[in-house]
């Protein structure tokens, strides 16, 4: 069965310090994968998703990017942090052709 | 930015009674789907839709996609207190890889 693993699960960084945060999804192959954002009590806002490696798509300009490493993992982060940039956020994967996608358990950023 | 509307934004109801929420669009999507989310966890998945006019159920629950392709409704029969949560609502657009979701509607049941 297919997993998805998201870390960490929590992080406070001071403003101006960089980001990684990793996602990886286990037991498929060439899935979308996604970055959403969630600000406190709203929405799901995308950021970026991916259909391949090495392929990304940015939905909202940001001081966000995001990477692709191998077919199975996607890295959100960040060179330096903001304020505005505290929230949670959550990787998510589908097998693409209108899917239903899967969530991780999602990261709660604070940046302080 | 977003492309769906989804209503109601909140809902007080009591144990027992049932629930409607809808979500609409000005464009046609391909694929509608309905998750749940509880505090500090991530959406799980509820019910999928993939063809207009389907009326698909899992449990108390119940959803339908819109013949126009536009919109689609969840509703919850009988809520217990385990329902309280955000309800989302979610679609792929034609020919497009990416999901976009509803502002999400927060359910509360009293007892």
């Known amino acids: 069965s297919q997993t998805i693993h998201q870390w960490p699960a929590t992080l406070v960084q001071p403003v101006g310090s960089p980001l990684s945060l990793e996602c990886t999804v286990e037991?498929?192959?060439?899935?979308?994968l996604y970055w959403y954002r969630q600000a406190a009590g709203r929405g799901l806002q995308l950021l970026f998703y991916?259909?391949?490696?090495?392929?990304i798509s940015s939905e909202v300009p940001q001081n966000l990017s995001a990477s692709r490493p191998q077919d199975r993992q996607f890295i959100l982060s960040s060179k330096k942090l903001l304020l505005s940039d505290s929230g949670f956020y959550l990787c998510?994967?589908?097998?693409?052709?209108?899917?239903?996608?899967?969530f991780g358990q999602g990261t709660r950023l604070t940046v302080v | 930015g977003q492309q769906l509307n989804q209503s109601p934004q909140s809902m007080f109801i009591q144990e027992g009674e049932d629930v409607s929420m809808n979500c609409t669009s000005s464009?046609?999507?391909?694929?509608w789907l309905w998750y749940k989310q509880d505090p500090g966890e991530g959406p799980v998945l509820l019910i999928a839709?993939?063809?207009?006019?389907e009326l698909t159920s899992n449990g108390r629950l119940t959803a339908q996609f819109g013949i126009t392709r536009k919109d689609s409704f969840l509703n919850i029969s009988a809520s217990i207190p385990s329902d309280v949560g955000i309800y989302f609502c979610?679609?792929?657009?034609?020919?497009?890889?990416?999901?976009?979701f509803g502002a999400g509607t927060r359910l509360t049941v009293k007892p």
């Open positions: 979610a679609g792929q657009l034609r020919n497009n890889n990416d999901m976009r």
């Open positions: 464009s046609i999507f391909n694929t």
């Open positions: 991916s259909v391949g490696i090495g392929q």
């Open positions: 839709l993939y063809k207009a006019g």
């Open positions: 037991g498929t192959s060439n899935p979308n």
């Open positions: 998510a994967w589908s097998l693409g052709g209108n899917t239903e996608a899967f």
